[in-house]
């Protein structure tokens, strides 16, 4: 009796341990769309082919870089611009921002509530960015019209 007594507390003891150890921690809830896309969108992306009204660029943005970083769980991104030309459509530096009202996957608003904000269409994997945009500015650098149909293709440099 005494036997089968420890007997059962061993199985007990045995069974608990291995119901604890089986027991992993909740798997952590996956990420929202909009992080999935801050995580594709940060880095440094170099031009590898620009086009000005369906016609390619082929001088002067030979050393375009735009840099983005954001942080998960926020709703924009900062972006700074190196090696853009004289005339150009592009600040310096400043935010993209999800347009909540469309795909998070598909439309950036750049530099919203400022007089040169443009809706970009976009497409981002692992290691090319596309955007696609019309600007109705004043050139942000001087001398050229820059007004129109903008297509930017970038690979990604990190």
Do not use: H
């Amino acid at each position: 009796m005494k036997i089968a007594a420890r007997l059962l507390s061993l199985l007990i003891l045995t069974s608990v341990i291995t119901l604890y150890v089986g027991c992993s921690k909740d798997d952590p809830a996956p990420k929202s769309e909009k992080d999935t896309q801050i995580g594709l969108l940060n880095g440094t992306w170099n031009a590898t082919a620009v086009s000005f009204q369906d016609m390619p660029i082929t001088s002067g943005y030979e050393n375009f870089q735009l840099v983005i970083e954001g942080t998960e769980g926020q709703n924009s991104l900062q972006y700074t611009v190196t090696g853009r030309p004289e005339a150009s459509a592009w600040e310096a530096n400043g935010t993209f921002a999800f347009d909540t009202d469309a795909n998070v996957k598909e439309v950036l608003i750049r530099d919203p509530n400022s007089a040169t904000s443009v809706t970009i269409t976009y497409g981002v994997t692992e290691t090319t960015l596309q955007m696609d945009f019309t600007y109705d500015g004043e050139p942000i650098s001087r001398t050229k019209n820059v007004s129109g149909a903008w297509k930017f293709t970038f690979e990604k440099a990190d």
